[in-house]
């Protein structure tokens, strides 16, 4: 009777916990989301996916989504889902856009709650949302990156529903169902979703020989189950491939090979692009090993880092000494998801770039050997002296708040003390590297030039992609020029008023003889500038 109270009690934690978590994310995600701008490539991928929505409505005779570059080598279900709503209200289509990437981060959120849910005790599930809430890169790509983040919230569900399968002796349709479900929503953003599938085998591996579901079975009896589960896992895998392809037009030519030359693109990525890093120019096809660790270890509060290795330690640890507990199929999990690609970039040295951005799906995986960090520390306590830590350490957590709230609308960008936060992160890390400050240099434009003295000519420079950070925020007498060459004259010609750019290449420093008007800037940081023909 004790015992069914007790669990009466902590579902009924659990599920208000679960609820307040939602509640206050949602009521952020509607105050906040039209604060940020349009990112790098957000238009090339708005643009994709109304090329989708285009071919759809066409009866699947349109081909203009293999016009938007090489958008079409990713999945477009977020994409096509964006295109869907804003059709509907075209003035709001970057703010749909951003609302709704943040549901998806917040989604990635709630299934990262689910998987901590599995964990013994209270602590691992209530510090797992504080820890990837307040990781200030992972909540500031939320609100502007349209590809990164749907992807890592359909891995965030595989991961979830991974460990679903493998939790009890039963691998039930609706547990096989689920994973193929929640695998292809991940390779529907990007086929790099496979590395989740591709867990499974180790995984199985560990509980096949570990917890030995086998014993006890005649030969008959084995040889059959394991057909059945053969067969499931099949459906599993033909439930995936079809939840992909459906929603990805250029899979539609051919469902088989299409989807394999993707996922070969995404591990040999086959542009070099020019990095700061260290404070050196560097083509990304040559950055060093140490590349993703170091950017890791800088753009990650140092409270979670420490928690981090005792967390992996606790895992560790677990395993070794209770191997065939459901908490020691749990860290297997966890271990892979975190470290497994982390150690694959090391030692294969792939193309990478723009940080941490293409990795922000094993941030989740993070938050949650962070608050089994937590626990493993508070399990060395007792009575208030327990109660006293956890309180501490739930404060400290939310320490890296006062930054996200000072950087506001530039999460992305937050460094932490090791290299002096964003202000010591200048000239030695690109910043603002999608550009999604130019909204702030538009809105001063809007602001302070006269519509009677249109129109106004304003300079981007050099990337196509740069017009669009700008343009979608200016007003009717404004009018965005694009030079396809960095321009050499010392100060700016008649026919322009002012330009606009960002720190990345060095461009602020064109027309260093004219004056700059306003800065966009924090911590000491400067993300864009706008210099003035007068």
């Not at 996916?49 to 938007?68: H, I, N, P």
């Not at 002796?169 to 479900?181: A, C, D, E, H, S």
Request: include cysteine; proline fraction near 5%.
């Amino acid at each position: 009777m004790q015992e069914e109270t007790q669990n009466k009690n902590d579902l009924r934690w659990k599920v208000s916990w679960f609820a307040l978590v939602v509640v206050v994310c949602l009521a952020v995600i509607v105050l906040v989301h039209d604060d940020y701008g349009v990112s790098w490539d957000g238009a090339r991928m708005a643009d994709y996916g109304d090329a989708v929505l285009e071919y759809f409505t066409s009866g699947f005779t349109s081909q203009s989504y293999k016009s938007c570059d090489d958008a079409h080598f990713y999945g477009p279900s977020f994409e096509l889902l964006a295109a869907s709503i804003y059709q509907y209200f075209p003035d709001q289509r970057f703010e749909i856009r951003h609302l709704l990437s943040a549901l998806a981060g917040l989604l990635a959120l709630i299934g990262t709650m689910g998987f901590a849910a599995l964990f013994r005790g209270r602590a691992v599930l209530f510090f797992t949302p504080i820890i990837l809430i307040m990781l200030p890169r992972f909540t500031g790509h939320a609100f502007i990156n349209t590809k990164d983040i749907p992807f890592a919230c359909g891995f965030v569900w595989t991961m979830f529903s991974m460990a679903l399968l493998f939790r009890g002796r039963k691998f039930t349709w609706p547990k096989i169902l689920f994973f193929g479900v929640c695998l292809g929503a991940a390779l529907s953003v990007r086929m790099g979703g496979l590395l989740a599938f591709c867990f499974f085998f180790p995984v199985a591996g560990y509980y096949l020989l570990v917890r030995k579901p086998w014993q006890g079975l005649e030969a008959g009896s084995l040889r059959m189950q394991g057909l059945a589960l053969g067969l499931k896992m099949l459906c599993a895998v033909a439930v995936a491939w079809l939840v992909m392809v459906a929603f990805w037009p250029w899979a539609h030519e051919n469902p088989f090979g299409h989807p394999v030359e993707a996922f070969k693109l995404a591990t040999q990525f086959h542009r070099s692009i020019r990095i700061l890093f260290m404070g050196a120019q560097i083509q990304s096809a040559n950055l060093p090993w140490y590349y993703l660790p170091w950017y890791l270890m800088i753009t990650t509060p140092p409270l979670v880092l420490v928690l981090l290795a005792l967390g992996t330690g606790s895992c560790v640890r677990g395993i070794y000494k209770t191997p065939r507990s459901e908490e020691s199929l749990l860290s297997i999990c966890l271990l892979f998801w975190f470290w497994f690609p982390l150690a694959y970039v090391v030692l294969t040295h792939p193309n990478i770039y723009d940080g941490i951005r293409h990795f922000l799906f094993i941030l989740p995986g993070m938050a949650l050997l962070g608050a089994v960090g937590v626990r493993q520390s508070a399990d060395i306590f007792r009575g208030k002296a327990k109660t006293y830590l956890l309180a501490g350490l739930a404060g400290a957590l939310l320490l890296p708040l006062v930054d996200m709230v000072g950087l506001h609308p530039y999460q992305m960008t937050y460094f932490n003390s090791i290299v002096g936060k964003v202000g010591g992160a200048q000239g030695k890390y690109d910043t603002d590297y999608w550009l999604t400050s130019y909204k702030e240099c538009m809105e001063w434009l809007n602001q302070n030039t006269d519509p009677a003295n249109g129109p106004i000519k304003v300079l981007v420079v050099l990337e196509p992609l740069a017009v669009d950070c700008a343009k979608y925020f200016a007003a009717p007498h404004i009018r965005i020029v694009l030079a396809d060459r960095r321009p050499a004259e010392e100060t700016m010609p008649d026919f322009l008023d002012y330009l606009i750019s960002s720190t990345r290449f060095g461009n602020h420093m064109c027309f260093p003889g004219s004056p700059v008007v306003f800065v966009a800037e924090r911590d000491g940081a400067v993300f864009s500038l706008i210099r003035s023909r007068e």
